[in-house]
DNA sequence: CTCTAATTGAGAAAGTTTCTCAATTGTATA
DNA sequence: TATACAATTGAGAAACTTTCTCAATTAGAG
């Protein structure tokens, strides 16, 4: 079936799915699609409705199973919010984190870590062995300062 | 109605809720007390679970409405997981931040803020106006690693 | 002690997520 | 290019989570 992305940029997508053994679908495509068009985090429902726009008959079944893929693959990561972690973004290249604007809620990325020296720092501090982190910023972007 | 914790400790608690005009219930005692029982964080069925140990008329509808109560209150916080965010701890005196350890659930405070100087140098850098951040760290606890 | 507004329990309702299964479809192989 | 097969899908049912409604109860002020 069709191909949502450009040749270059398909066949790259398509080895993500193929080295673990799945199915470059277009429902797949489509989800991802809509995230990387989409500069701020989408709720389930939000992701739906554009998918639909490109691909009519997508169940939100399969919106729900492509998202669960696609995290886990880290190509999408889910964006916890005060009220809930029901929305998702498009996953930076490599370790960042988002920095989310509470007025027009786009996501800008920040590309380096804080925690990477201070993690070793709170390790010798309180005994625990500090594997992970998850941080998030939130702020007003700068066109929202204006 | 009865009283969920010793005197001294109930004036303070009955404090919290006057000062916005609440009611000291003893539902509201009880999730406050079995979450500062709790070293760990608790999903809502097991708050319910605990709370009617101590109450077990407490209906899963007030759970509802006491943790939300008491997060406004900032005595108790959300913690986001990887799978979700259904999960209640008691706040932390201050700013601060959980660690969670990934094998036993048992939270651990860190009492500093490492983000309080960041935030200033990563408004610098992004032009985004840094107000809030959330961070969360998770590892192994002392007792997990032996 | 009395009064009142806030709170509660119970169950209905609404909303979210997962499951089931027959039909479809990517992809490996020939 | 055609074939075969396992993975994936859509649809709806089912399960689960959260919110709402309302009559009954109750904390706290006076
Ligand atoms: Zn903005
Ligand atoms: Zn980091
Ligand atoms: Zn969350
Ligand atoms: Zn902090």
Redesign the pocket.
């Known amino acids: 079936?069709?191909k949502l992305f450009s040749i270059s940029n398909y066949n790259e997508i398509?080895e993500f799915?193929?080295k673990?053994?799945?199915?470059?679908?277009?429902?797949?495509q489509a989800?991802l699609k809509v995230l990387q068009e989409s500069k701020s985090y989408l709720?389930?429902?939000k992701i739906h409705k554009n998918v639909k726009e490109l691909?009519p008959?997508?169940?939100?079944?399969?919106?729900?199973?492509?998202l669960?893929?696609l995290v886990e693959l880290n190509l999408v990561v889910k964006v916890h919010l005060e009220?809930?972690?029901?929305s998702y973004a498009i996953a930076p290249e490599g370790h960042r984190h988002p920095i989310v604007c509470t007025d027009c809620n786009s996501v800008i990325e920040y590309t380096e870590c804080p925690m990477e020296d201070l993690s070793k720092q709170i390790s010798e501090q309180t005994g625990v062995q500090i594997n992970t982190h998850f941080l998030q910023l939130f702020g007003k972007c700068k066109e929202c300062q204006a």
């Open positions: 079936m069709g398509k799915f193929h673990k053994g799945l199915k470059c679908t277009p429902q797949r989800v709720s389930i429902n691909l008959e997508t169940g939100l079944a399969t919106v729900y199973r492509s669960e893929t009220d809930g972690c029901h």
